[in-house]
């Protein structure tokens, strides 16, 4: 019998298309690629530069989300450089071929939604997108990960990409989470535990009874966040969750292609006994609803805690990233995390941008009030999100409550459009970064879920949301 | 890309852990269609206060510092977003090299499509070359990527790993585009069976 081999290991040696035994560099096919604004212009320029063509469009998918306006889009983009850059994605894709989600495109959204909503990331595959969070595919048992412009360029090209094989951990969630506790609690949990770089190196594949009982879209957010873990992806094995999801997608097989495709799909899951390189297991039950209180991820809390004191720190350095982060987010060590205001809230982003999030926050906001302090804006992912929620009349209950129901894109996860914090204002955030000045320069970022997120809307400060929940 | 092999140049401290590809360059820089022109928003944030005036205590602010070629940075340098804009705005401020303890994936392996040599060194060592930077600014720091070695003026040396097709490449100043479309036919096969075998991709 064949050696027993993890899920990683089965999708990476079925993608190689050259291997270097010297110093086991491999070029590595790459099924399907995503593609946006912001990191795609200089590759096509380089492209054309020494005259090569795509050599797969049917491969590609490109769309604008980091840069398009959350408002009536009729108006076009203001920004011009914003404008120009969308413009020339467009530009880039009929001369090359691609297809392509316009501005005006009900499909159009955060290049990690539409992928999975389109059934183009399938088990198996393996992915690639100049972005950093092309982790979330892996929730489908894909190997996807982000890449840079010069890499975007030679995918184009190439259809490959070189590399070495990562290491392989596995991340076991043991038993069921207990109330109020989400898919995003569950990798900030993580995140805390590992650290920002503890997974530098590896390919992390989530396990255990808590993830394989959540949805696509849990599993999408933890996948999502896996980056923040310093991992170059995460995996989840795809199982009847996973095929339930794609049928009958627009790009997901059809008929006999199908019944295929699930075969396939259903031999990738890490054998018995397979090797990992490192394995952690956490206990379900020690997960809590928690929030970040600095301006690294991994500067977790639970809701019901407070802030840390530097003095504690394990050593110089930490302690002086404690400082300088508890001086940038304005707040004093040993302060309870329920005292902390906020003025602003942002539902949305490609962690928590999905319809199952929409719903998390309805419940939530239903027949409550957005605090009068507070500006709370909800950025669905997509367009088909945005219908979606509608037809369920999600988007009444929101604005009902005091919500602001805007138009699909990243918006304040990064801020490069016209959603912003003003230097000073604290966010409660579902999106996955707290760096300093990454919600606007100066601006204080709390990631949390949606539902916590919405139940601090209400409340005026951090809250926690099981005090919302009987 | 432009070639890698030695380099003799001004070393800037920044001793500060996980600096993120957002500190390095934000986001409202981004916007560019081009790789180059990114320099003097290097570090923005920290390096200027809000009315765009320079901020005198940042490193690259200080005239000893200001031609630094080399930057030495705490763990997990260049975390966060992939934007290759990061490499792009250190290589247009005039940096070749970085030194630190450990990268971020992404990050480290867009260095090397910029030809930036990322140094992986042990925190004791770094730490060292941390001080030497911070005491004696007007020193030289010499890298020699042929043989691996970052060494001090005062002959104090530092050899560092690094893999050996990257090296090559980096001392070359090789693309990896035309590299691999020598393999085409590989390329093609590879297709062909998959064509076969798993019709529905
Ligand atoms: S939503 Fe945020 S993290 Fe996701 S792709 Fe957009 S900017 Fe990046």
Known sequence: MSQPRTLFEKIWSDHIVHKDEASGTCLLYIDRHLVHEVTSPQAFEGLRLAGRKVRKPEATLAVADHNVPTSDRSLGIKQEDSRIQVETLGKNCEEFGIQYFGLNDKRQGIVHIIGPEQGMTQPGMTIVCGDSHTSTHGAFGALAFGIGTSEVEHVLATQTIIQKPANNMRITIKGKTGPGVTAKDIVLSIIGEIGTAGGTGYVIEYAGEAIQDLTMEGRMTVCNMTIEGGARAGLIAPDQTTFDYLKGRPMAPKGENWDKAVEYWSSLPSDDGARYDKEIVIEAKDIVPNVTWGTSPENVVPITGNVPDPANAKDASQRASMERALEYMGLTAGMRMQDVDIDKVFIGSCTNGRIEDMRAVAAIAKGNKVAENVYAMIVPGSGLVKEQAEEEGLDKIFIEAGFDWREPGCSMCLAMNADRLEPGERCASTSNRNFEGRQGRGGRTHLMSPAMAAAAAIKGKLADVRDFQD | ?201
């Open chain 2, 1 to 201: 890309m432009q070639a890698f092999t030695t380099l003799s140049a001004i070393a800037a401290p920044l001793p500060m852990i996980n600096v993120d590809t957002d500190m390095i360059i934000p986001k409202q820089f981004l916007r560019t269609i081009k790789r180059t022109g990114l320099g003097v928003n290097l570090f923005d944030e920290m390096r200027y206060d809000e009315q765009g005036n320079e901020k005198p205590d940042f490193v690259l602010n200080k005239p000893e510092y200001r031609n630094a070629e080399i930057l030495v940075a705490g763990e997990n340098f260049g975390c966060g977003s992939s934007r290759e804009h990061a490499p792009w705005a250190i290589l247009d401020f005039g940096l070749r090299c970085v030194i630190a303890p450990s990268y971020a994936d992404i990050f480290y392996n867009n260095c090397f499509k910029n030809g930036i040599l990322p140094v992986q060194l042990p925190q004791e060592q770094v730490d060292r070359i941390m001080e030497y930077a911070q005491t004696t600014p007007e020193s030289k720091v010499h890298i020699d990527l042929e043989y691996q070695i970052v060494k001090l003026d005062n002959n104090e040396s530092f050899s560092f790993e690094i893999d050996p097709f990257r090296k090559h490449c980096l001392i070359n100043g090789l693309d990896d585009i035309g590299l691999t479309l020598e393999k085409d036919k590989s390329i093609q096969s590879f297709e062909d069976d998959r064509a076969q075998n798993q019709p529905w991709l």
